[in-house]
């Protein structure tokens, strides 16, 4: 009998030690939960993968390609004119059609006689867009389609921009197709090229047409419009440098956009003088470094080696804001700028005229 009984007894207690070892190991069955659906799965610890797919999904289609085409004639002699093509993208900004692209993209036709804009859509439609407008100092145009059930890049009104932020130029180099690039932004400041705005500089790299793209933020809202890589003289060759590139920021952009829609043009205001920062001495403002002939400025009184210390009451610390002040004071108006010339402060009174591009 003790043979018969030994044999159950060890199964007995090996089903034991089983049990309490399971119960150890899975803590739920404690709890009468069962065991866990992934009990015979294997675990996988790869990192999650990096994509940018939903950012380039949500503001792909709103990037089309711009073909402008023309009819020119080169010389006196040729008397058949010579079809000419130029290659951009532009960004659709609303669903009744205006499309933000750059100035240089369809230069040929707004010069030319003959001259036609076609926008290709990534659904596959083709639409022929006019001209609203454009803005020379931004290199900015606005076009318009009569399509419906348009696509529009994401959009925020209150878009910033910061250095290191990750971003992605959306074109179409070389009519290849829309194309993805990505890069970070590098630097936020007017780069020394112009006096009114700053650019967005970026390490995205940008080929012949993907001017007039976007550019936008790593979850498809869009950061600006791409205009151009920097460029700069090799061997009396002008050549692009790949890693370098500038895009117009969102809010001008629009603000430029608006404008055109509205008026047909940007109108801004100028005085007619240059000058940079001081901080030297008990006048700290502007130091007036040209006056140009015949304009407000010189009418005004205002002279080559004067520090301006107030425009309007508000104090001149930077020329930018004071650039930003003037350009947004309709012409015609009349403004008061201090002065400080020779250890004294005068007051002066110009008329502010339109800038022109």
Known sequence: MLKTVLPVLKSVLVGAIISIVILALIPDLRKGAGFPDNILTTSNNSPQKLTFNQAVNAAGPAVVNVYSESLESTNYYQRRPVQRTNLGSGVIMRDDGFIL????????????????????????????AQIVGFDALTDLAVLKINEDNLPT????ENQTSLVGDIVLAIGNPYNLGQAVTQGIV??????????????????TVLKEGNSGGALVDSQGNLVGITSANFRTRVN???????????????PLAKQVMEEIINNGKVTRGAL?????????????????TGVARGGPAERGGLRAN???LSIDDIPATGVRQALDYITQTAPGSVIKVEVARGGEKLMLTMQVAELNA
Request: aromatic letters at 10%; one cysteine or more; a negative charge.
């Open 101 to 128: 692209t750059c100035l240089h993209v369809i230069a040929n036709a707004v010069t030319a006689k003959d001259n036609v804009i076609n926008v290709g859509l990534q659904d596959g439609r083709i639409a022929e």
């Open 236 to 250: 009396n060759r002008i050549e692009s440098v790949d890693d370098v590139s500038f895009a117009i920021p969102y």
């Open 153 to 156: 890049v994401p959009q925020h």
């Open 306 to 308: 004067d520090i301006i």
């Open 272 to 288: 007619g003088f240059s000058g940079e920062q001081t901080f030297a001495g008990p006048d700290r403002g502007i130091y007036v």
């Open 186 to 203: 590098s630097r936020i400041s007017n780069n020394g090229l112009n006096n009114y705005f700053d650019y967005i500089q970026t390490d």
